[in-house]
């Protein structure tokens, strides 16, 4: 368990709001409240959920003496704040209807859980990027990459329901809000790049210093992530030539996540080297 | 002995309790409106006024100093409209105080109209007022009166469901394209059949600024004036094919007795195009499309029955709205009716 029990604290406020905004932006859907009142209230509580959130790992990383990527705990933690990150920027940018309501039902979801699984923070791998600020960038940003394949999982979800209730003319209630079939191709063809790129940054940072010590990463992992990154560029390439559309590249934009989110497990247990570089070997 | 002390009214008629051939005898032109106009400002005892005239009412919102002068009110409009006393008889209605601020609270909001919650009375009521401010027709009490009424419809409208959904055929189809496209400014358009639903879809959906209008047609002829009055471009049904390969919406009216548009064309169409999405809107019967088109990636079919189906639902959900409308509209009544009473010294 962790040494500082205010984090964990922290981490379960956080969730609680989370929590609080995806509640009350359902409510304030079904009661059509209007929207700007509604966004007011969800955003206010998302942020301090976020803010608050963040503090906890911030507790975490002083603790730890970096980067709060410890175990799988602090992994599904870190993509819970990752995609309310993005949330921000995305939600601003392209002002998608209801994304901030899947984004807290889906953070509440992952920080929830990430707490009531005692498993996942029974143990931390301890300065697991030794003194290397650059592999621990690696990691941060391979983990935030999950966090924007999870926002495109949702946006995924989105465009299915969305086509779902174009297609079966069921076009009450919440499917009313939903973005517009283009909007949410448009968001996830563009979330998936971003995605890819952030992961290929991350795996080309890794890749520079595993070049100089093959050993100090497990194959299995190695396996894994890059399976992962091919498998997302594959599917990029394919929306890009237009050979991946609408609904399809939907569930295969779902489906990838679940498995993304299933190799956390082999990829953390597979972590156990230190890798610890001496001035030579940079 | 009769009360002296000034009243609030509205005098007049509107499609609720007016029919249609009524109507058309008193419906003001601007010419009539100004006589009528005239004639009430000089009126003795009728202080303030504004006069709401649309197609489907024709009311007069005032203050008098008393009950004497709106026995003349009735004579004022069937001098003006050229009507008889007894056409009029049981036409035109008289309300007063705190009976014409809640009528005209549920004019200004939409429940009064004969598509319920439709949003142009508002701005009628609007420039009934602007009219009758600028000629100086009105004064204290009038003034107070409208500016809370568009305060109460702005509530009722933003406060309630009272103005959601569509409820023509062509308003549906725009909305529902809105659900695949967004932003309809890209969107191509193109109307099979030269009849008058396919014109009305094609001009609905130029008022939200569809990118191109065309009208393909078997007689070119036909095609070219129904283009020439959407604003777009003719074509011919021989040309169907290609031009599906760059359409985002396709609405079709024709009389053809078969499908005009078949499945194989749209799956055709649709390997040219996979990722962006087409909207067909079959507005013909017997139908037009092939509902199979459906099942084709990307393509959403509605036909007639869909779209009245969900015209409908949305007329439906603003009726079950009335009630609450009416509601929130109560309170604010009373308490206008208390200040306005203050104002005329009213102790009712």
């Known amino acids: ?282 | 002995m009769e009360s002296q002390q000034p009243v609030l009214f509205l005098f007049g008629a509107s499609h609720q309790t007016v029919p249609l051939a009524v109507r058309e005898k008193l419906a003001l032109d601007a010419t009539r409106a100004s006589t009528l106009a005239t004639r009430l400002s000089q009126t003795p005892g009728i202080t303030e006024f504004a006069l709401l005239n649309t197609c489907n009412r024709v009311e007069l919102y005032g203050v008098a100093s008393g009950p004497a002068p709106l026995e003349q009110l009735a004579t004022a409009v069937a001098e003006t409209t050229g009507c008889s006393p007894a056409e009029l008889e049981g036409v035109l209605q008289l309300r007063q105080n705190h009976d014409a601020i809640s009528h005209l609270f549920a004019v200004a909001s939409g429940l009064d109209s004969q598509i319920v919650g439709e949003t142009e009375i508002l701005g009628q009521v609007k420039g009934a007022y602007d009219t009758a401010l600028a000629r100086k027709w009105t004064g204290p009490v009038l003034n107070r009166v409208f500016q809370k009424t568009f305060q109460a419809a702005k509530h009722v409208r933003t406060h309630t469901r009272i103005g959601e959904g569509q409820i023509s055929i062509a308003s549906v189809a725009v909305d529902l394209a809105g659900k695949i496209y967004g932003d309809l400014h890209p969107v191509n358009v193109l109307v099979v059949g030269a009849g008058d639903i396919g014109l009305k879809t094609a001009q609905a959906f130029q008022s939200r600024g569809a990118k191109s209008i065309t009208v393909a047609s078997r007689t070119l002829s036909k095609a070219e004036e129904t283009a020439a009055t959407a604003g777009g471009w003719a074509a011919s049904l021989a040309e169907l094919p290609e031009i599906l390969a760059t359409a985002d919406v396709v609405a079709s009216s024709t009389s053809a007795p078969g499908f005009v548009l078949t499945e194989a064309m749209i799956a055709t169409a649709m390997d040219r195009r996979p990722a962006r999405p087409l909207f067909l809107i079959d507005l013909a019967l017997p139908r037009d499309i092939d509902p199979a088109a459906s099942e084709v990636p990307n393509v959403f079919v509605y036909n007639l029955d869909d779209l009245a189906k969900i015209a409908e639902g949305n007329l439906a959900q603003r009726e079950a709205e009335v009630a609450r409308c009416h509601a929130i509209l109560a309170e604010r009544t009373v308490a206008l009716w208390q200040q306005v009473a203050r104002s005329l010294g009213n102790a009712d």
């Open chain 1, 1 to 282: 368990m962790s040494s500082l029990p205010t984090d964990r604290a922290l981490l379960w406020l956080g969730a609680l709001l989370y929590l609080a905004g995806f509640l009350t932006g359902l409510v304030a859907l079904l009661r059509r409240t209007p929207d700007s009142r509604r966004r007011t209230w969800l955003n206010a509580l998302l942020i301090a959920g976020w803010s608050v959130q963040m503090a906890g790992l911030y507790v975490r990383g002083l603790a730890a003496g970096g980067c709060p990527l410890g175990n799988t705990f602090e992994i599904v933690q870190f993509v819970a704040w990752s995609a309310m990150v993005l949330y921000f920027f995305v939600g601003t940018a392209f002002r998608v209807s209801l994304l901030g309501l899947f984004t807290a039902g889906y953070a509440a979801t992952l920080a929830l859980a990430s707490l009531l699984i005692p498993a996942w923070d029974a143990s931390r791998s301890e300065r697991i990027f030794g003194s290397n600020p650059w592999i621990e960038l690696h990691a941060a940003l391979a983990v935030f990459s999950y966090g924007v394949f999870g926002l495109l999982a949702l946006t995924s979800i989105m465009q299915l329901l969305q086509n779902w209730s174009l297609k079966h003319k069921r076009l009450n209630g919440l499917f009313w809000f939903l973005p517009s079939v283009v909007q949410l191709d448009q968001i996830n063809t563009r979330m998936l790049g971003l995605g890819v790129l952030i992961l290929t940054f991350s795996l080309g940072v890794g890749a520079s210093w595993w070049i100089r010590d093959t050993a100090s990463v497990d194959q299995g992992k190695l396996l894994v992530t890059v399976g992962m990154w091919l498998a997302y560029l594959i599917v990029l390439l394919l929306r890009w030539l237009a050979k991946l559309v609408s609904v399809r590249f939907a569930w295969v934009c779902l489906i990838m996540f679940i498995v993304a989110l299933l190799s956390l497990g082999p990829v953390n247990s597979s972590r156990h080297h230190t890798v610890t570089l001496t001035p030579s070997d940079r």
